[in-house]
Nanobody
Framework: QVQLVESGGGLVQAGGSLRLSCAAS????????VGWFRQAPGKERVFVAA????????YYADSVKGRFTISRHNDKNTAYLQMNSLKPEDTAVYYC????????????????????WGKGTLVTVSS
């Protein structure tokens, strides 16, 4: 069992930056692929970024490429999402997810059946 807790959300002006954190319980964090997803009001949850178990392979949604960076620190059981040049359309609840079996690429294309989810953190970008 893994529990994920997101933090770092808040209100920021367009063009600003935020860093989200995803803290995981347990001692096996390095065995899990980690992904970030977001859900805007009235819309479906969508993929944002994913990172491999060792942290050397990453995937991004086209909408965030060049602006967001996913990383992880396995010794600290924590993953991060650095978000720069934020836009109002980035406003959403951001969720961290962890999957034991699949690759980061697989998680990036289909999040159905992901093993664990956090409860989310709200990011609001004002224009």
């Amino acid at each position: 069992q893994v529990q994920l807790v997101e933090s770092g959300g808040g209100l920021v002006q367009a063009g600003g930056s935020l860093r989200l954190s995803c803290a995981a319980s347990g001692r096996t964090f390095s065995r899990y692929v980690v992904g970030w997803f977001r859900q805007a009001p009235g819309k479906e949850r969508v993929f944002v970024a994913a990172i491999s178990r060792g942290g050397n392979i990453t995937y991004y949604a086209d909408s965030v490429k060049g602006r967001f960076t996913i990383s992880r620190h396995n010794d600290k059981n924590t993953a991060y999402l650095q978000m720069n040049s934020l836009k109002p359309e980035d406003t959403a609840v951001y969720y961290c997810a962890a999957d034991l079996r699949r690759t980061a690429q697989a998680v990036s294309v289909n999040y159905n059946g992901v093993d664990y989810w956090g409860k989310g953190t709200l990011v609001t970008v004002s224009s």
